[in-house]
């Protein structure tokens, strides 16, 4: 039995008073890895372990409710094209990574800004340039657009005259010869199936990168929004291998051409996953996207976009299959994760949700629509009537280039000012969850409290949609409670005895100091489980 006591803190327990203010205490008592006591019966306690929090900010640790953490870690391993400013400093990056590592085949890059070429379009030659004789597969930082050289459409078979797929885009350029830019699976897919496999020891290191990183960022439990069926096994490995800080659930990833043929194997891998994963690793979830991304014109939009009159974007699932693929991995026990960043992509989510409440007997159910970033206001209600959670990952919720560049010009100005509607869909009942998307954006949960609550880009503002702007407590509480509540566990998200020990505490109370700032407060300590896994 090992005891720590928190005191001289500021515990921000999650508990909302009939005031409508959180309820706090000064000291939190663990006991292994349960929250035993608090207030005065936790400081008048014996314990192991004292620490001083020094009058500072103490609350529940985060969860992140959509994260990709092995895609996260293996960039790391792959040539950096991330945080770049044009398409000649990703190439020349890729040059040199490719010079320094000539026993890669291939050349792999993860994270490149799909914002630098023109209409997203971005050319072959260019990587050819610098790597003409090895395949060069970059994946933008939307996870939805790969940008390839010649020899990579060479090996795929990509030429003139090439067939489209029906869930993709091969874009096409002068001449009727691929440009290098493919967008979704379709398009993509048939390249990644030609890489060669990862090693078991890079995806450990990778997992192994992740978990160490979020442990600084204050978080304790991961919905890992994209498993392929490989990634089971490695995530079991690092569990064994005593690498992971958190709790994950992992979301098996449903292919719309095959998903029945997918349903065995889903079984499968959770059945592995209870006998090995000891509850740290679970397997709760089927992930579903509905749709792709505004930004390459594969959302799926209930009008059409503005630059592309002839264009509603492009559904990943036929929307009546996608009803019958919920129903079933409802049936089976699993929660669905739905992707859906169009209004149309969102109201087949909807569809789906609600067809499966009426053929499937009911349950406790904690399905979700990620990124919820266009909803029909016919739609608005829908998400309290059904009980699905609004997942939102806050720091997409201000003006940025993504949103001046790409999402603009094809949105319009009415549809494009009513993204990411996070208050209202609040105020209509929906639970609300936080995530990060990480490595698409930081996996910090403070850096996303900063948006939520300000929607602004500098301290000078302006803000974007002010009125869907939450407070300091609700962020807080979509981060925590949102995300716990999204993983089915009573026993996380809040602070109280029989809670499980997972901790977060903060140099700055958030709601004390200038909002602009709330990303910038320092991480002091997380406890997972009762255990110190940052800080101290
Ligand atoms: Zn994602």
Redesign the pocket.
């Known amino acids: 039995m090992a005891t720590t006591r928190i005191d001289n803190a500021t515990v921000w327990t999650g508990h909302r008073l009939p005031s409508g203010e959180i309820a706090t205490t000064d000291a939190v008592l663990m006991k292994d890895d349960r929250i035993v006591a608090l207030g005065r019966t936790a400081r008048e306690a014996d314990a192991d372990e004292v620490v001083d929090a020094s009058g500072e900010f103490v609350l529940a640790a985060f969860g992140d409710g ?3 953490p092995m895609f996260g870690g293996l960039e790391q391993q792959f040539a950096p094209v991330r945080d770049m400013s044009s398409p000649q400093e990703i190439v020349a990056s890729v040059g040199a990574w490719a010079r320094a590592h000539p026993e890669a085949e291939w050349v792999r890059g993860e994270g490149f800004d799909h914002t630098l070429a023109p209409e997203g379009i971005f050319l072959a030659e260019w990587l050819d340039a610098e790597v003409p004789d090895r395949p060069v597969v970059l994946r933008a930082t939307d ?1 939805h657009t790969v940008w390839v050289n010649s020899e990579a459409l060479r090996r795929v078979g990509y030429g003139v005259g090439v067939d489209q797929p029906h869930d993709g885009e091969i874009v096409i350029g002068e001449g009727g010869v691929p440009t290098g830019t493919l967008r979704e699976w379709g398009a993509w897919r048939p390249v990644y199936n030609l890489l060669p496999p990862v090693p078991a020891q890079t995806q450990l290191d990778a997992l192994s990168y992740a978990s160490r990183s979020f442990a600084t960022a204050g978080i304790t439990w991961i919905q890992d ?2 498993v392929e069926p490989d990634m089971v096994g490695a995530w079991l490995a690092a569990r064994a291998a005593g690498a992971l800080d958190q709790q994950v659930d992992l979301a098996l990833w449903a292919d719309p051409n095959s998903w029945r043929d997918q349903l065995t194997g889903f079984e499968e891998s959770r059945a592995r996953i209870i006998a090995e994963g000891h509850g740290q690793v679970t397997g709760h979830t089927v992930k579903f996207f509905a749709d792709g991304v505004i930004e390459s014109g594969t959302s799926a939009m209930l009008e059409p976009f503005c630059d592309c009159p002839h264009s509603k974007g492009l559904p990943n699932w036929d929307p009546e299959e996608m009803k019958l693929a919920v129903a079933a991995i409802d049936a089976l026990g699993f929660t669905a994760h739905m ?1 859906a960043i169009g209004d149309f992509g969102v109201r087949m989510s909807l569809d789906a949700a609600e067809h499966t409440a009426k053929v499937n007997p009911p349950r406790d159910r904690r399905w979700v629509i ?2 919820t970033q266009l909803v029909d206001p016919a739609d608005l209600d829908r998400f309290a009537e059904l009980g699905v959670i609004a997942n939102f ?1 806050p720091y997409w919720s201000k003006f940025d280039s993504w949103q001046s560049e790409l999402t603009e010009p094809r949105l319009g100005p009415e549809r494009t000012h009513r993204q990411f509607q996070t208050a209202t869909l609040a105020d209509r009942g929906a639970v609300i969850s936080f ?1 990060s ?1 990480w490595p ?1 954006t930081t996996y910090a949960p403070l850096e996303g409290v900063q948006v939520a609550v300000t929607r602004q880009m500098t301290p000078e503002g302006p803000s974007w949609m002010p009125e869907e702007r939450v407070s300091v407590d609700a962020a807080l509480a979509a981060y925590t409670s949102g995300v716990a509540f999204q993983a089915g566990r009573s026993d996380a998200g809040y602070v109280r005895p029989g809670a499980v020990a997972d901790l977060v505490w903060l140099a700055q109370d958030p709601r004390a100091v200038d909002p602009m700032t709330i990303g910038a407060i320092p991480v002091r300590g997380t406890w997972y489980r009762g255990r110190r896994t940052f800080g101290g």
Request: no cysteine.
């Open positions: 959509h994260v990709h996870y929004a994209w992707h990620v990124h990952e995530g998307d698409v």
